[in-house]
């Protein structure tokens, strides 16, 4: 199978884990390079991988504008004579949603969640309300928010908050209810949803062990 013409490598770069928003998300795009064989882009793509670690922070970071923006595209590629890095404009939406006015849970802001750990997918994580003397641990589920789940673009999609309007219209002692609607630091953006965090896990995760 030959290898792709192009590619592009997504990474995130002095972000606090435990912090949303913290850091810069940094999405390198690179075409199959003609002149250099052997250069980095090429490499990656035969092996159909992402950059070097060493690379991008000895060679890529140091040449992009200061100071970087929260989200950031730049092309890469090898010459003979040095390493062009431009930057290039970004075709997806950096706003949220507004929060519709008939979701009527209680608002907590996005700065005041420190994060734990992921759970079952990048836009699940396991988190607890650091403002406020509350330290129960909830499942925040959020938006798709320029992400790539295959490494190759970033994108903006979201199903969380359809999620969180259907699930608001349910009663039933069988489901976790949403408690908290997550806003950004203004209050009036959407950025998530919190569920109680059940330690047992799913059912199916109940019943397997």
């Known amino acids: ?102 979701l009527s849970l209680p608002r907590v802001p996005i700065s005041w969640l420190q994060r734990l750990r992921q759970l079952s997918s990048a836009a699940v994580d396991l988190v ?8 129960e641990c909830y499942v925040f589920k959020h938006p798709h928010s320029l992400r790539s789940t295959r490494n190759t673009s970033l994108c903006y999609y979201d199903t969380s908050l359809l999620e969180l309007e259907q699930l608001i219209g349910i009663r039933s002692p069988f489901i976790a209810l949403p408690q908290f609607i997550v806003t950004d630091t203004t209050g009036e953006l959407y950025r998530g949803f ?10 199916s995760e109940v019943l397997k062990n």
């Open 128 to 135: 607890t309300i650091g403002n406020g003397g509350i330290q």
């Open 1 to 102: 199978m030959d290898p792709p013409r192009c590619g592009a490598t997504i990474l995130t770069y002095d972000a606090d884990p435990t912090v949303f928003d913290s850091g810069h998300l940094i999405e390198v795009k690179y075409d199959c390079n003609g002149e250099i064989e052997d250069s980095e882009e090429n490499k990656a793509m035969r092996e159909r991988a992402s950059l070097r670690v060493d690379f991008i922070h000895n060679e890529v970071l140091p040449r992009l504008n200061k100071p970087l923006p929260l989200i950031a595209r730049v092309s890469l590629k090898t010459t003979r004579d040095s390493i062009l890095v431009v930057p290039v404009a970004l075709e997806v939406p950096q706003n949220y949603p507004s929060i519709p006015s008939a």
């Open 194 to 203: 919190l569920l109680p965090f059940l330690p047992a896990g799913s059912l």
